[in-house]
């Protein structure tokens, strides 16, 4: 399906793996309509640069989307805009323009059932240990989890109501990668502990440093979500490395890439109630039906520190 797409549209382009996503799209499909939907709060123009598409600067909880486009049909819907932050408290705030500006989505793609591919969380499965799995129970420990979880809930009523529609969610795990730095204390583990280690700082982590995350790299969040719009039916895929690894592991992966032999710094966690101390995605699903291929955590980590160093 994704050899002819003539109109795509990308809500939260401006942001981290929104903006990783429209760039790929822009190489992959030169002579598309692109469309980017932000309301730039917690994206970044700078993540734009080089887009050559059209950009639409709203909040999609509150769009006009029948006015604003018309008799535009697009060929797939990514729906990435959200208040990703998941230390913001405001609980109206967060469910208002998290579930809301997916059903205002929903409702403009339905009569011509454009596919839609959005971003899920494994926030979602709370804070279990061990493989997450897609069948699972959710059980959301803060409010942005909550959201998403709403928003796993709208997609299944949509597709059951309209069985030959496509409405994929793409499970993001601990995504790490390029542009990513406007997120500032938001951004991933990844990129704070190289900012530390860089500077010459002992890297700080919660103590003692072995909680695990599934990191993922955004090269792969963006091949594997590219690939949802080829999903065989309505359904959520888990986007991991599936290869969890511990924040001790990721200091050392950055020594070596750094070439420092900086020790750990171990402070207190503040948020225990709602922390996950382990990640881990299933990935069978998503191997079977899109021939998803991560690369590993050392690979990854490798690359973005390149990419770094040279920008």
């Known amino acids: 399906m994704m050899g002819s797409m003539k109109n795509i ?22 002579d598309s309509y692109l469309v980017v939907v932000d309301d730039f709060r917690s994206g970044d123009f700078r993540n734009l640069r080089g887009y050559r598409g059209d950009v639409v600067a709203a909040d999609v909880s509150r769009l006009d989307w029948q006015s604003q486009f018309k008799d535009v049909q697009f ?52 804070q279990g240990s061990g493989r997450m799995k897609e069948d699972q ?83 792969d969040v963006v091949a594997a979500t590219i690939s949802a719009v080829n999903a065989p039916a309505s359904t959520v895929y888990n986007v991991g490395s599936g290869q969890p690894i511990s924040f001790n592991q990721v200091i050392a992966e950055l020594n070596k890439c750094l070439g420092t032999q900086l020790e750990p710094e171990y402070i207190e966690n503040p948020y225990e109630n709602f922390y996950q101390t382990h990640t881990e995605a299933d990935l069978t699903l998503i191997h079977r039906d899109l021939k998803y291929q991560p690369r590993k955590p050392a690979e990854g980590i490798a690359d973005y520190v390149a990419l770094l160093k040279g920008h």
């Open 9 to 30: 549209l990308v809500t939260g382009g401006a942001g981290f793996i929104g903006s990783n996503l429209v760039l790929a799209l822009q190489e992959r499909y030169p």
């Open 75 to 126: 060929d797939v819907i990514f729906h990435e805009a959200s208040i990703t932050d998941t230390t913001e408290h405001d609980q109206r705030l967060q469910v208002h323009d998290n579930v809301e500006g997916f059903r205002r989505l929903l409702e403009y793609a339905t009569p011509h059932q454009m596919p839609v591919v959005y971003a899920s969380s494994a926030a979602t499965y709370g």
């Open 137 to 219: 129970a959710p059980a959301p420990a803060n409010v942005y989890a909550f959201a998403k979880v709403q928003l796993d809930n709208l997609a299944r009523q949509y597709a059951r109501r309209h069985p030959s529609w496509r409405i994929v969610g793409v499970r993001y795990f601990n995504v790490y990668g390029p542009r990513e730095a406007h997120k500032k204390a938001a951004a991933s583990m990844v990129y704070q502990l190289y900012c530390q280690m860089k500077a010459g700082r002992r890297p700080r982590v919660f103590r003692a440093g072995e909680q695990k995350r599934d990191f993922v790299y955004v090269k």
